[in-house]
């Protein structure tokens, strides 16, 4: 839990960031212009009351291939197309479900599992609301972390609609680690 806390503010630190970046001279350009008034220094650095855990230098210098395959697998799953979806996961995964549903290993397991819960569906409706792409600099890992609504209609007629917020792990272009929260939109009974 508090792996998934930390992404979630990490994501929301760099969506509050700005960059402060000076674009480059012309060739040719004339330099003996009146130098410009230098910017206001930054603010002194505060003192958090807390220290991250897992880490704390983040970019969002993660490939738009991985960018690709995580969001390939939100397309299969909406579409009912495992097969798809096993094509984004690496051999060996980690899943932490909103239900508190937990696995670890092969991924015809997790497959599995997804299947049993896709078949009881005859439709699901996805919209993406927004990705935000994370490298950790000090852990040499990437994760993409994608926030969305979602719409099942099951076969039984129920509807359930909610959003979500995912982190999903990514190494060598596959999927090996993925963390789920929910949020329903309707009040369950």
Same mark, same amino acid.
């Given at each position: 839990m508090k792996r998934i806390l930390f992404f979630l503010s990490i994501a929301l630190f760099f969506i509050a960031c700005n960059s402060d970046t000076k674009p480059a001279e012309e060739p040719g350009a004339d330099?003996?212009? @009146?130098?410009?008034?230098?910017?206001?220094l930054a603010a002194p650095s505060v003192t958090l009351?807390?220290?991250?855990?897992y880490s704390a230098q983040w970019t969002d210098d993660v490939s738009d291939n991985d960018l690709l395959t995580v969001l390939n697998s939100y397309k299969y799953w909406e579409s009912g197309d495992m097969a798809g979806i096993k094509t984004t996961l690496a051999d060996s995964v980690e899943f932490n479900g909103w239900d508190g549903t937990q696995y670890k290993g092969l991924n015809t397991g997790l497959l599995k599992m997804w299947t049993t819960s896709r078949d009881s569906m005859s439709? @699901?409706?996805i919209t993406i609301d927004v990705w935000r792409k994370m490298h950790s600099v000090d852990k040499k890992e990437d994760y993409i972390s994608v926030w969305y609504k979602?719409?099942?209609t099951y076969k039984t007629g129920k509807v359930d609609s909610a959003y979500f917020?995912?982190?999903?792990? @990514?190494k060598n272009g596959k999927i090996n680690w993925y963390s789920q929260h929910k949020q329903y939109l309707k009040k369950k009974k």
């Amino acid at each position: 839990m508090k792996r998934i806390l930390f992404f979630l503010s990490i994501a929301l630190f760099f969506i509050a960031c700005n960059s402060d970046t000076k674009p480059a001279e012309e060739p040719g350009a004339d330099t003996s212009k @009146v130098a410009e008034t230098p910017a206001p220094l930054a603010a002194p650095s505060v003192t958090l009351p807390y220290t991250a855990g897992y880490s704390a230098q983040w970019t969002d210098d993660v490939s738009d291939n991985d960018l690709l395959t995580v969001l390939n697998s939100y397309k299969y799953w909406e579409s009912g197309d495992m097969a798809g979806i096993k094509t984004t996961l690496a051999d060996s995964v980690e899943f932490n479900g909103w239900d508190g549903t937990q696995y670890k290993g092969l991924n015809t397991g997790l497959l599995k599992m997804w299947t049993t819960s896709r078949d009881s569906m005859s439709s @699901v409706k996805i919209t993406i609301d927004v990705w935000r792409k994370m490298h950790s600099v000090d852990k040499k890992e990437d994760y993409i972390s994608v926030w969305y609504k979602e719409i099942d209609t099951y076969k039984t007629g129920k509807v359930d609609s909610a959003y979500f917020q995912d982190d999903n792990g @990514v190494k060598n272009g596959k999927i090996n680690w993925y963390s789920q929260h929910k949020q329903y939109l309707k009040k369950k009974k």
